[in-house]
């Protein structure tokens, strides 16, 4: 893994990308050009490249309301994503559903969604409707600490298990849910142990960490597309912001938290692995974070070039 050095430098782009595109989202937020709100995925880049890293272009994804990095990584659109954010017209659903309802199935994304809990359902309909098909397609499942709290996880989790499907359930563990610490609302140390209640593989692993995500994501696609089931995999994050660009999150943690959380940055981390290992310079990484600045500056132009949606249009592409 580590000698492949164009795999190693991409996994470090893709986070980056995830990285400035998100600054750039907070940025839009305060200055008043986002007409909704988004929730940043800064500190958890790890997890999302890790992972889809793992996949095959047409394997599938389920995100969350936490979605960009998900759908960044599987190769989501960055113009039409912040266009979307911004509510224009060239933006993924065309201006009408904001950063939770980004989707592009072309690309096997499933969709982002604002109901915590909702994607692990679609990810078993997903893996079952591969699985009938024989397309040897996995489909991996993102969702956070709080997520795995509802209902809805146990029916997938249990579902998956006895018909053996081909999904990946990665469980973005942040340590919080909303504004609750992951102390007061999960009574065990590690979410991957309720997989022994379902009757399959459960680990955790540190979602700092992209190679380590990677690693045993890769282990459970191959297992998933052998017609062995699926697999839990914990990792273990911090959220660096509040919950969503609207929450400053100071109110129900304190600052040396975050500091010393901050302080375990996947991005930074992986750099010096890199350079230390001979894979990477200061200057490759430094010509890495330009090409990035540039892109992400492009796509924070062409959204704000964009116009709105017509008016005419408002009834069109909508469930009344
Ligand atoms: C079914 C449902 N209940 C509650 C909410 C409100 N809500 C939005 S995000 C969130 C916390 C989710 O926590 P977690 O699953 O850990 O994801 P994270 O935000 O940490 O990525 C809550 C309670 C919701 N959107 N949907
Ligand atoms: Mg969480």
Redesign the pocket.
Known sequence: MAANKELVLKMYEEMLKIRLFEEATIDVYQKGLMPGLA?PYLGEEAIAVGACTALENDDFITS???GHGHLMAKGGDMKKMMAEIMGKKTGYCKGKGGSMHIADVSLGILGAN?????GLPIAVGSALSSKRKNNNKVTACF??????N?GTFHEALNMASIWKLPVVFVC???Q???STAISKHIAIENISDRAISYGFPGITVDGNDVEEVYEAVKVAVERARKGEGPTLIECKSY?WTG?SVGDPGTAYRTREEVTENKAKCPIIKYGKKLVENGLATEENLNNIKSSVQEMVKEAVEYAIASPLPDENEIYQDLYV
Do not use: L
């Open positions: 929730h969350t309301h936490r604002g109901i915590v809990g909702a969702f956070g600490d709080g997520a795995s509802q973005e563990n942040n919080y849910g909303y959220r919950h």
